[in-house]
C-alpha cells in the first residue's frame, strides 16, 4: 500500500526560505512521477510542481516565476519542494502526490493519483 508521509511545513518569516520533504514507501517507485500540490485558504487545491520519473520537471503557474524548485532522490523514494524565498501568499496546505504515469504535470481530478496526509505553511508577512 503506497504511502506517503510529508515533512518540513510551519511557520516562517517572508523572505525566509522553506524546504518541504516526502517519502513513499509500500512498493516500487521506478518510473513513477512525484510532486506538489496546495489547498490556499477558501482555494481550490492546485499544482505546484511535478517531477516525473525520468527526471522532467513541470511548474504551476504560480511556481513559474523561479522561486519554487522540485528535486528528488530516487534511491530513497524521496521528492522535495524548495521554496525561496517565502510570501505570504504561499500560505497553504501542500500535499505531496504520487502517480504510475510517467508526466510531470498533475490534474487535481486525477483518480490515479495517490495523496499524502499534507503539511500546513504558513509564512507571516
Known amino acids: 500500500q503506497v504511502k506517503l508521509v510529508e515533512s518540513g511545513g510551519g511557520l516562517v518569516q517572508a523572505g525566509g526560505s522553506l524546504r518541504l520533504s516526502c517519502a513513499a514507501s509500500?512498493?516500487?517507485?521506478?518510473?513513477?512521477?512525484m510532486g506538489w500540490l496546495r489547498q490556499p485558504p477558501g482555494k481550490e487545491r492546485e499544482f505546484v510542481a511535478g517531477?516525473?520519473?525520468?527526471?522532467?520537471?513541470?511548474y504551476g503557474p504560480d511556481s513559474q516565476k523561479g522561486r519554487f524548485t522540485i528535486s528528488k532522490d530516487s534511491a530513497k523514494n524521496t521528492v522535495y519542494l524548495q521554496i525561496d524565498p517565502v510570501k505570504p501568499e504561499d500560505t497553504a496546505v501542500y500535499y505531496c502526490?504520487?502517480?504510475?504515469?510517467?508526466?510531470?504535470?498533475?490534474?487535481?481530478?486525477?483518480?490515479?493519483?495517490?495523496w499524502g496526509q499534507g503539511t500546513q505553511v504558513t509564512v507571516s508577512a
Open positions: 509500500g512498493r516500487t517507485f521506478s518510473g513513477w512521477s
Open positions: 502526490a504520487v502517480k504510475r504515469s510517467g508526466t510531470s504535470y498533475f490534474f487535481v481530478s486525477d483518480e490515479s493519483i495517490y
Open positions: 517531477i516525473s520519473g525520468s527526471g522532467g520537471s513541470a
